[in-house]
């Protein structure tokens, strides 16, 4: 079982910046491909970025390109979203998740979830 804990999430307002973390225990955190998602009320679930194992590939939206930035510390077993320049339209509940491909399509575990609001 893969638990993933997120945190970091909260009020912003535009033009702010927020770190979100995802951490999960265990040895086994580098092999799996990190991801975050992000779900706004009453819209679908929508990916944001991804990171391979070793770090050395990242894949983001174009709504976030340039923006954030993906990163893991594999040592720590923790990946990170540092989001700057934050847009009202960023507010969404952000999800970590771990896959076996990159980039994740339907990743396999999912965290509860940080809730990110923006307002301008």
């Known amino acids: 079982q893969v638990q993933l804990v997120e945190s970091g999430g909260g009020l912003v307002q535009a033009g702010g910046s927020l770190r979100l973390s995802c951490t999960r225990s265990?040895?086994?955190?580098?092999?799996?491909?990190m991801a975050w998602f992000r779900q706004a009320p009453g819209k679908e679930r929508e990916f944001v970025a991804a990171?391979?194992?070793?770090?050395?590939?990242?894949r983001y939206a174009d709504s976030v390109r340039g923006r954030f930035t993906i990163s893991r510390d594999n040592a720590k077993n923790t990946v990170s979203l540092q989001m700057n320049s934050l847009k009202p339209e960023d507010t969404a509940v952000y999800y970590c998740?771990?896959?076996?491909?990159?980039?994740?399509?339907?990743?396999?575990?999912w965290g509860q979830g940080t809730q990110v609001i923006v307002s301008s």
């Open positions: 998740a771990a896959d076996n491909i990159f980039p994740p399509t339907r990743p396999n575990y």
């Open positions: 265990g040895r086994t955190f580098v092999r799996y491909v």
């Open positions: 990171i391979s194992r070793s770090g050395d590939m990242t």
